[in-house]
């Protein structure tokens, strides 16, 4: 049970500035402001599960869209048509493989670049060259082809979503059911079987109707 003190203590290590957007919605009330505030956790917790199922699965799938149009190798130098940027990156997690010791195989490559990569691969600049020639063919839905600006636009505010929760901010005022429906939709394009166990296993509904 926490005491005022302890709520003094709190608050000296959250910072009232983090607090600012829960004091606001407990009406300035700083115990229902701590309360809220550990909801969101909890809530930011619960969406582990179905971000971690679609990240994986979006890597996963362009890696192999890719390399059966490009070969495995397709991040190297010389084979896909990648940007000044996406070449960088590449760059980079080749170079943290190597400081890290680690062989620089394509399984490690791909498992080192970061969620904004691939959705940057998605953007209107490879709308002519890696969409058309390749990465469509990952995502279909109820068996047909999908837009390109669609699919960008789904993961790409998933990714926003996303990186919200890994640093630690408010989701609370989210329409978070739709926000988790739409992870489970997202990850149905890219594999409906991948999406139904995601949807299993993840604990948004119990945790979203606690309190």
Known sequence: MRTAAIDSVIVKGLSIERLGKYLIGAG???DKALLL?????RLSEAFYTPLQCMEICLRNRLNSALSATYGNTWFNP??????QD???KIADAKAYLGQARKPITPGAV???LGFGFWIGLLGPRYDATLWRKAIYAAFTENGARMRRDRVHGRFNSLRRFRNRIA??????????P???AEIIEATSWLCPDTAAWARHQSR???VFKGP
């Open 78 to 83: 010389g084979s896909a048509p990648l940007d």
């Open 86 to 88: 996406a070449v960088m």
């Open 178 to 180: 739709s926000r988790h």
């Open 37 to 41: 505030y550990e909801r969101n956790t």
């Open 167 to 176: 640093h630690h901010e408010p989701i609370f005022l989210n329409d978070l």
């Open 204 to 206: 948004f509904d119990v």
């Open 110 to 112: 791909v498992a080192e």
């Open 28 to 30: 300035s009330d700083l």
